[in-house]
């Protein structure tokens, strides 16, 4: 069976455009935050397999890439993971 890849998820659970923008002023500048490396970690990951997708020539659709740059909020270590 395959696996369902559109997962719907609501769009407060991912990053914006402005917030990668401060998430880069902040690098730029030194000063990150907590929970900014999972993000640049996330970015960097996404990257690389979009990076040999295009090499192994499988340009992946605007849907597609829209679904892979989707990059999730940093899950907080303290917060309690629920099984529901």
Same mark, same amino acid.
């Given at each position: 069976?395959?696996?369902?890849?559109?997962?719907?998820?609501?769009?407060?659970?991912?990053?914006?455009?402005?917030?990668?923008? $401060?998430?880069?002023?902040?690098?730029? $500048?030194?000063?990150?935050?907590? *929970?900014? *490396?999972?993000?640049?970690?996330?970015?960097?990951?996404?990257?690389?397999?979009?990076?040999?997708?295009?090499?192994?020539?499988?340009?992946?659709?605007?849907?597609?890439?829209?679904?892979?740059?989707?990059?999730?909020?940093?899950? &907080?270590? &303290?917060?309690?993971?629920? &099984?529901?």
């Amino acid at each position: 069976m395959k696996k369902k890849v559109d997962q719907i998820r609501p769009r407060g659970d991912f990053i914006s455009k402005e917030e990668i923008a $401060a998430l880069i002023e902040r690098a730029e $500048a030194r000063s990150l935050k907590k *929970g900014d *490396g999972q993000i640049i970690a996330e970015v960097i990951r996404k990257t690389v397999m979009i990076e040999r997708l295009v090499q192994e020539g499988r340009i992946p659709s605007r849907r597609k890439l829209r679904r892979l740059m989707a990059i999730p909020r940093p899950k &907080d270590p &303290d917060e309690k993971q629920s &099984d529901a």
